[in-house]
């Protein structure tokens, strides 16, 4: 039996192919490991106290760098179980999390860890735009199941998504540069998931707009 290990692309997926994961378990596998990562930086002088083995990985930061790729990974798996197929972004950004999450941890060096968020945006932000330049609106892979769009609506929905990628990366920028490793991490995990959702929210007239009929 031969699965596809990657999503296909979009315009050809029959509706066999469109497999889906339950909307809360889709949302607890894309926050899960942030959790996890906020969670073991609040609390790593506690886990460390209670597991004195943890103390070996060294301050709370890295202790969550840690589990924080152990998650991602562990999300990653049960997608794959569920799906057959790895998502391409949050497979992306988990290759990302894994490499700068290992130099963190190898040069105990928080600075790669914090710069992965920008790392991430960019890449998706310029795949995006680029994408456009070559006339592919790549946003379907992402989406896809979810709405049917005309192309003049994925065409201005990927523009839009990618230039929101860019801007996420350099706020990413200006609070680690700027503020407390605590303020960082309370940001990647309280602030950017509420503005993704506003952004994604003011989407809904184009996609409104642009939406495909469903046949009868």
Wanted: charged letters at 15%; a neutral charge.
């Amino acid at each position: 039996m031969n699965h596809q290990l990657f999503e296909h692309d979009p315009a050809t997926k029959t509706e066999a192919e469109r497999k889906e994961v339950a909307p809360l378990l889709k949302l607890a596998l894309e926050i899960g490991p942030l959790l996890v990562f906020f969670f073991a930086n609040a609390r790593g002088e506690s886990l460390i106290a209670s597991f004195p083995v943890l103390g070996s990985i060294g301050e709370p930061i890295f202790l969550a760098t840690a589990l924080f790729m152990v998650a991602t990974i562990v999300a990653l798996a049960i997608s794959w179980a569920l799906t057959k197929t790895l998502p391409m972004m949050p497979l992306v950004s988990g290759i990302i999390v894994v490499v700068f999450g290992a130099l963190t941890l190898w040069l105990h060096n928080d600075t790669f860890i914090k710069m992965k968020p920008t790392i991430v945006n960019c890449l998706f932000g310029f795949v995006l735009l680029g994408g456009l330049l070559f006339g592919k609106s790549l946003l379907g892979y992402v989406f896809d199941s979810a709405f049917r769009l005309d192309a003049e609506g994925w065409r201005k929905l990927t523009l839009r998504w990618g230039i929101f990628f860019l801007l996420l990366a350099v706020l990413n920028e200006v609070v680690w540069r700027m503020f407390s490793t605590d303020t960082w991490v309370s940001f990647k995990v309280w602030g950017v998931m509420p503005i993704t959702v506003i952004f994604t929210l003011s989407q809904l007239p184009l996609i409104q707009k642009h939406t495909i009929p469903e046949d009868k």
